[in-house]
Structures are given as C-alpha cells and as structure tokens.
C-alpha cells in the first residue's frame, strides 16, 4: 500500500491528491478524496514540520489509516512498540484509548495523544482494577494473565498481558497448571479449548461471580451469519482459494466454522502469505468492517466479502478532522491536554511489569 511517505518529497495538495486515487480503495469515492484531500494535505505537511509521529490502527477507516506510514500501521501492541522506536517528542495514536495508553505505558518520556479520549472499548470499559481483585481473592496464588485490551488500572493488577497473536504462547510459559484470564469472555472460552489437557482457565463468571466483557463487535457475529455468509458469497469449507477468516474474539461456535481464526495481524499474514502464492480469491473477515477496506487496497487481486455493518463506534470517533487541530495545537504551541494520555508513575510502573513481562516470553 502507498503510504504518505510516498509524497512527503513533494507535498502539496495535488500531490496528496494524486497519492489518494493511486492507492485505487474501492471504499473511498472521488467525491470523499476531493472533499478531504485539503486536510489530508494539512496533516501531513504539519506532520513532517514538527517531525510528529502519526500510529495508525487497523480498523481505522482508509483516509485516517493512510495518514500514517507502513512502519506506523499496525494492531496495538505493534504500534505501541513502534512508538519505542521513535526519537519525535509526539506520537499521535489513531485507535482507542487504551492502545494509547499502552504506547504511555512503553514511552513515559514521550508526548502521547489521542483525538478522543473518550474513544474507549466494551472490553476495556466493562472491566477495571477491581474486578481483578476480586478475582485473585477467589483464586490466591493463581498467575492472571490480562489482554491487552485494557486499561492501565486493570494491568496494573496483573502477572502477564497477552495480545491475541501470543496468547496460547504466553499462557503456557506461566507456571502452574491453572490461569486466570480476563477480560474478554469468548477469548477465554476459545482458549480454555485449545488448551483442553494442557492448562486450566479460569475466567470471569466460570463458577465465580466476577464480572467479565466482549468485544461489541465481534460478539455480532454468530454461527448463523457465518453459514449463510458462506452460502452467500460462496465460500466454501476446504477450498484453498476461499477463506473464512474470525478473530479470537468471536464465539466458539464461530470460531470452530472458521477456515483460519487468529489475531488481526495473523489474519493480515495470512492474506498475504496466499496472494503470494496465487492461491486466494476471495475473502470474508469476521471483524470490524474497516480491517477489510484497509485490506482491499493491500490486497487488490482478492475479492472480499463485507460486512460494513458491523463497526466500531469508538474506532469510529477518531477522524480527520479530530487530527487536525492536535497537529494545529503543536504547531501554534497551544495547550495539549485535551488530547494528552497522562498515568501517575506508580501505575505506569505497575502497569508495565505485565507488559514487559509478555514481551520477555514472546521472543
């Protein structure tokens, strides 16, 4: 995919333009890249003054995401430790507010902001530093393992975080035959079953009263939705060439009708891995809808089913037009509270032993 690396030698508005209808996304249309090509323009030409660095996730919609170079495009954890990479005093982070701050958590010494702060997560929202607690009062001596999809608060309280590439990877490097997992409700099911025999998992609302969350998005994707998808867009179980692809976070019974389930960026190399080899036609991605409109312009040769229906409304809160005046206010020095992520040092200490700990295990 083009990024705006490509324009930063000449950077004018037709230039950006010209860069916007190369990239040929069949979701963007001439009218919504010339309505926004001026702000596009401006973001990037006060990105490279102040040598700002723009962290794209995902799932954000195709003219955000391409505000951001292929180094800086990524799921949460990638772009978090991206942001470690960096020498620029500011990090503009294009997700949620918990993926920011865990940029914070990494970087302390760096400027981290968010064009909405109240950009949250189901997962995250549903599940604080509390509920932990009551958790390891239930289970004493038990390792909890969080996902990443958290706030500080709730990792702070935590042995271990995983992301959804390394979970199973993570879970059998801690010690003892039992684990606690939480937030997210259908991750533990899914795991407590590929880890049948191997480790046991404990998780919120399994034979205790604590309280856990799902994804609001991929919990709309049920068995049903995915069979008549298939029979939809006709494909089929056990073709090579036609896929159906879940996140971790869906139900079980969705995940055991998946031809490959896996974390956003396993589900993006695998794309990658088939086009490569000529073997991949056509695609559905259980997750939410703009995950697939980034990948139809990375992989224009396969021909994907949507669901656009099935959006994140906090992703969704992150939009040009919320950049823009981040970039304005660093530009005319004005006051960046609004936008900053701000943690005490306790909890961004406390905070980054789990963290650490998971990339200790992961490498």
């Given amino acids: 995919m083009e990024s705006s690396s490509s324009i930063l030698k000449e950077l004018t508005l037709e230039s950006v333009k010209a860069d916007i209808y190369s990239r040929n996304n069949p979701t963007l249309t001439p009218i919504d890249i010339e309505f926004y090509a001026t702000t596009v323009h401006r973001i990037l030409e006060l990105k490279k003054k102040h040598n700002a660095v723009i962290l794209g996730h995902n799932y954000m919609e195709p003219l955000v995401f391409g505000l951001s170079e292929q180094g800086e495009q990524g799921d949460s954890l990638g772009l ?49 530093a509390e509920d932990v607690r009551i958790l ?44 606690i997992f939480v937030p997210d409700l259908y991750f533990a099911q899914n ?32 068995l049903e939705d995915i069979i008549s998808i298939r029979k939809s867009f006709k494909i089929n179980k056990e073709d090579p060439n036609r896929m159906m692809y879940v996140h971790w976070e869906c139900k079980p019974e969705v995940l055991q009708e998946a031809d490959y389930y896996g974390s956003t960026t396993q589900i993006r190399n695998d794309i990658a891995h088939r086009v490569a080899s000529g073997n991949l036609e056509k695609a559905f991605i259980a997750s939410e809808c703009e995950l697939t409109s980034n990948l139809m312009e990375e992989f224009p040769s396969v021909e994907f089913a949507t669901a656009c229906s099935v959006r994140c409304n906090h992703m969704a809160k992150i939009s040009l037009n919320k950049i823009q005046p981040i970039l304005e206010a660093i530009d005319s020095g004005d006051d960046l509270s609004q936008w900053e992520v701000k943690l005490s040092e306790e909890t961004i200490k406390r905070a980054s032993n789990p963290i650490e700990r998971m990339l200790s295990l992961s490498f």
């Fill in 80 to 128: 978090s430790m991206s942001a470690v990479q960096t020498d620029s005093e500011f990090i503009i982070f294009n997700g949620v507010r918990f993926m920011a701050e865990t940029a914070k958590i990494l970087n302390p010494n760096k400027r981290v902001l968010i064009a909405d702060k109240t950009a949250g997560c189901s997962l995250a929202d549903d599940f604080r």
């Fill in 136 to 179: 390891k009062e239930q289970y004493p001596g038990v390792p909890v393992m969080i996902y990443i999809n958290s706030y500080a608060d709730a990792k702070a309280e935590c042995d271990v975080c995983c992301t959804s590439a390394n979970a199973e990877q993570i879970a059998m490097s801690m010690p003892g035959d039992e684990l």
């Fill in 191 to 222: 795991l407590e079953k590929v880890l049948e025999d191997k480790k046991k998992i404990l998780y919120p609302g399994k034979n205790n009263s604590a309280k856990g969350a799902v994804c609001e998005v991929h919990e709309k994707f049920s």
